[in-house]
């Protein structure tokens, strides 16, 4: 069988064979090739790149039921230049004559996975539970998932919940495939010397496959000054996209006098901004060129994302010459439009904080391409000081006592101005406060609506274990009443943007002693187990938050088998990780 759909030069190839047993009659082979072809349609109906592209798809054009046919389906599918694996049984099969044969061709990192239903007749499942326990026994990753199918018939179809948990999986397999090879831009040091924010350049490789270009800012510094690496026809087309639609009467030079007088901006106070000076049309215009050397300098190397040193040298160290701020072109990184239209997500990261990076990189991938959130874990609002606040205020505490935010608590996400502009409605434009940023410019500024639900968290890398680690949880942006969200903005930077997030399944008062590092990230459309899958592949451990259950059904992925056979995920991950 050729590609499910028509082959995408460049993208990502994922391989799909049918083991079978030789002993079997006709019609039990031919459903089960057809379940080869079923499964491998939805990896293709449901899988997306970030460029929203799908990836390829081969089914191998034979059963794969001896030593010959996986020596043929191995043929077959490196012709196709297969990058990951899908092993798909329907019946019994030997599992060494056929599939361990055909993977054998196949490098040992190779991503593999294993579905299928938990049938009876001839049944695949003894067939998935041989192969996954065979390949954890020669220590090699394999998971699986045992879904449900009709018995009988020639075109079963996977139900609902098996699509879902599939999809899960594939979006995992894609992701561990799709980053190798591929390379980030990292623009000098960590900006604030934060050992939190290196660029761990071996261990990206190791761990993620991940190659990084590190660039000095001279060179986009000198591309500034001299008006190169842009076309000046493509800067006007930004710049009126810009001033006359995205942030159109939203961009205010008078931020510090904002902050002073605390003017309600963001809720409806109706404050008119002021006229743009002949200097500050210069900055946002500077602000817009760097977007577009950035974009096209990580177009000729071939950059999925890239990491910016805004602060000390660049922007706020007076023993040099400050430059302009980064932040709009941050911003329109990590969202999915800007004035060409809808666009790629590249995840960018402020500070050139490459471990956030390594974070906001497999958040996008896992999740199809969404816009993903840059922010300060800034300030964590505990239900008393909440209480105490809404006092202070003169409102009426019950009329909120139910909500999630006063239940809970909730983080100010608040970071200069980086973000994404796919977590806001309104989005505003302020000036960059001089004493912090002498270089000037703008900085993107929004409140995140209500109601956006996501996965929030950080990676973080040890020494010790030589491994990264995720904090994250599930968690859900909130709106505060009016007069709150002006005290809490006004509270931190009101220029940046603010995201109030509140997590799922801990307090507050376990998010604010928890978070590995400054900063945080947050993307939509990242299904718990989807990530769990993933950090399989990758080798990251996953930290447990306290009092949460290690385990619930169809949030979870159920521990692969080879954690099982070898004392758990996290014992397991540093055993392998040993042989990398």
């Known amino acids: 069988m050729p590609f499910v759909k028509k082959r995408v030069p460049g993208a990502v190839t994922l391989g799909v064979f049918v083991p079978c047993d030789p002993r079997i009659d ?69 599992p060494g004559k056929t599939a361990m044969a055909l993977t054998a061709h196949f490098p040992p990192n190779l991503p593999l996975a294993c579905v299928g239903g938990n049938n009876a007749p001839k049944p695949g499942v003894v067939g998935i539970n041989a192969l996954v326990g065979a390949y954890a026994q020669t220590g090699r990753l394999c998971p699986m998932v045992i879904g449900t199918t009709p018995e009988t018939g020639l075109n079963p179809e996977y139900d609902e919940k098996t699509r879902e948990e599939i999809t899960d999986l594939g979006y995992a397999v894609l992701t561990a495939a799709a980053l190798r090879g591929k ?34 800012m001279k060179l ?32 205010f030079n008078n931020a510090e006098e904002i902050s002073r007088r605390r003017l309600p901006v963001y809720t409806g106070g109706k404050v008119r901004p002021p006229a743009l000076t002949a200097r500050d049309r210069r900055k946002i215009d500077e602000g817009l060129a760097l977007y577009l050397i950035l974009r096209n300098y990580m177009r000729d190397i071939g950059a999925v994302g890239g990491g910016w040193t805004n602060q000390l040298a660049w922007g706020s160290d007076r023993r040099g010459q400050p430059m302009c701020t980064a932040d709009i072109a941050e911003a329109l990184f990590n969202s999915s439009a800007d ?17 956030g990076l390594l974070t906001m990189l497999p ?26 606040n809404i006092e202070d205020l003169g409102l009426d505490p019950e009329l909120f006592r139910r909500e999630a935010w006063m239940e809970r608590g909730f983080v100010d996400g608040n970071n200069s101005g980086s973000a994404s502009l796919d977590f806001a409605d309104a989005a505003y434009l302020f000036n960059a406060v001089a004493y912090y940023f002498p270089g000037l410019g703008f900085s993107v500024a929004f409140v995140s609506p209500p109601g956006i639900r996501g996965m929030a968290g950080r990676l973080a890398y040890s020494d010790l274990c030589g491994l990264f680690t995720m904090i994250q949880d599930e968690a859900e942006t909130q709106a505060l009443p009016p007069a709150l969200t002006e005290r809490v903005c006004h509270a931190s930077d009101y220029s940046w943007p603010h995201t109030f997030l509140t997590f799922d399944n801990i307090p507050s008062s376990y998010a604010k002693v928890g978070m590995p590092a400054n ?16 950090s399989d592949y990758a080798l990251i451990l996953n930290h ?37």
């Not at 000198?222 to 842009?230: E, P, T, V």
């Not at 900063?519 to 993933?534: A, D, E, I, S």
């Not at 290690?550 to 392998?576: C, S, V, Y």
Request: proline share 5%; with cysteine; net charge neutral.
């Open 519 to 534: 900063h945080l990230h947050m993307v939509k459309g990242l299904p718990r187990r989807r990530w769990q899958h993933f």
């Open 339 to 355: 004035h060409t239209g809808p666009k790629t997500v590249i995840p960018f990261a402020t500070e050139n904080d490459v471990q």
């Open 183 to 216: 390379r980030y831009l990292a623009v000098d040091t960590d900006s604030m010397q934060m050992e939190t924010a290196l660029n761990h350049v071996h261990a990206a490789r190791r761990f993620f496959g991940l190659e990084s270009t590190r660039e000095s």
């Open 26 to 94: 006709a019609e039990s082979r031919t459903r089960a090739f057809n379940i080869g072809t079923m499964t491998a349609r939805l990896l293709s109906d449901e899988l997306r790149l970030p460029d929203r592209t799908r990836p390829n798809v081969f089914h191998c054009s034979r059963l794969v039921d001896s030593e010959t046919t996986a020596d043929q389906g191995a043929r077959e599918l490196k012709e196709a230049c297969a990058e990951a694996l899908f092993i798909v049984p329907d019946t019994w099969f030997f």
């Open 363 to 388: 958040y996008c991938y896992l999740s199809g391409g969404e816009g993903t959130l840059f922010m300060d874990f800034r300030k964590v609002y505990e239900p008393w000081e909440i209480a105490l």
């Open 220 to 251: 986009f510094a000198d591309m500034l000054r001299k008006g190169g690496g842009y076309d000046p026809e493509e800067l006007k087309a930004l710049r009126d996209w810009v001033l006359n639609v995205k942030f159109k009467d939203r961009i």
């Open 544 to 580: 447990r938050w306290e009092n949460t259950p290690e385990f619930r059904e169809g949030i979870d992925r159920p521990q692969p088998m080879l954690w099982r056979l070898n004392g758990g995920e996290t014992a397991a991950k540093m055993l392998l990780a040993a042989r990398r």
